[in-house]
């Protein structure tokens, strides 16, 4: 395989309680998103044992969570805060086993940009660069006012920097 290194032009938001990027949320993945380069998002987590299925395993719906979030979080490099997706349809196909307690990437993209919804591609990583899960996703764009009494301070939606943040990615192809 071949390792190349993707450049970091941005991080995004976590929150408080998600439970994919909240940072206060005990049983939470605690993920952190990067964009780089080719308009794509990197999502970075290590799960643990409290998201198990079967012993030493992610459980299945946790890895189309992860998933789900990242394609979802790709809108944002071209949109912000303007516009959230609401999740209309997500297929997962599932290819290995996917391990707890090791640090784990999703790579995810926007592959149609219409009007009223969006449609994407994500693939979950493992720690070699093989692809254990990938899923394809289609969102209804909306303003997040619509979606739910969304308050930011409240939320804890913020950009938060950390010592090790990467300036580049690997993803092994």
Known sequence: MNTKLHQVTGKQPNSKMCLVC??????????SFFEIEGDQVVAVFCPQQVHQGYPGRLHGG??????DET?????????????W??????????????PLEESLR???????????????TGELLL????????????????????IADFDFDREEWKVVPEENDPSEISLEE
């Open 85 to 98: 997706g609401v999740t209309i349809e997500l297929n997962t196909k599932y290819r290995a086993p996917i």
């Open 22 to 31: 909240g940072l206060g949320n005990e049983f939470g993945l605690k993920s």
């Open 127 to 146: 720690h070699d660069g093989r692809v254990a899960a990938e899923a394809k996703g289609r969102y209804l764009k909306m303003p997040v006012e619509r």
């Open 106 to 120: 999703v790579v995810a993209r926007i592959t149609h940009d219409g009007r009223r919804h969006f449609e994407g």
């Open 62 to 67: 946790i890895a189309a969570s992860i998933l």
């Open 71 to 83: 394609i979802g979080r790709a809108i944002r490099i071209q949109y912000g805060d303007d516009l």
